[in-house]
């Protein structure tokens, strides 16, 4: 836990975490979805590095957007966690049971 006081409340923590959440949540299903099943015949005629685009997309790109929305979440959430005061110290040394 954090020595300072929080920045934020309870209630302001969850909603925020909550929007940040659904819009990393939009940005999966248009990734996961619209654009790798949906328009990938229509994105096909969109060529990039000589691979069509509807193809890339469903096999290499939105790999690339869902690590990144992990990377994201992991980062924003450890902000915000920060800012309520309810981050974790990082030593997982102390946790009792740790075997050193």
């Known amino acids: 836990m954090a020595d ?4 934020i409340d309870r209630e302001t923590y969850w909603r925020t975490l909550m929007q940040r ?3 990393l949540l939009v940005v999966w299903f248009i990734t996961g979805f619209v654009l790798s099943i949906f328009l990938a ?14 193809f ?9 957007v869902f690590v990144s929305l992990v990377l ?29």
């Open 4 to 7: 300072s006081a929080p920045e």
């Open 21 to 23: 959440t659904l819009i």
């Open 41 to 54: 015949e229509t994105l096909n005629s969109i060529n990039f590095g000589g691979i069509p685009f509807g």
């Open 56 to 64: 890339w997309m469903a096999q290499q790109g939105s790999i690339f």
């Open 72 to 100: 994201i979440y992991a980062i924003a959430t450890g902000q915000l966690d920060k800012q309520a005061g309810v981050e974790e110290d990082g030593d997982s040394a102390s946790t009792p049971g740790a075997s050193h």
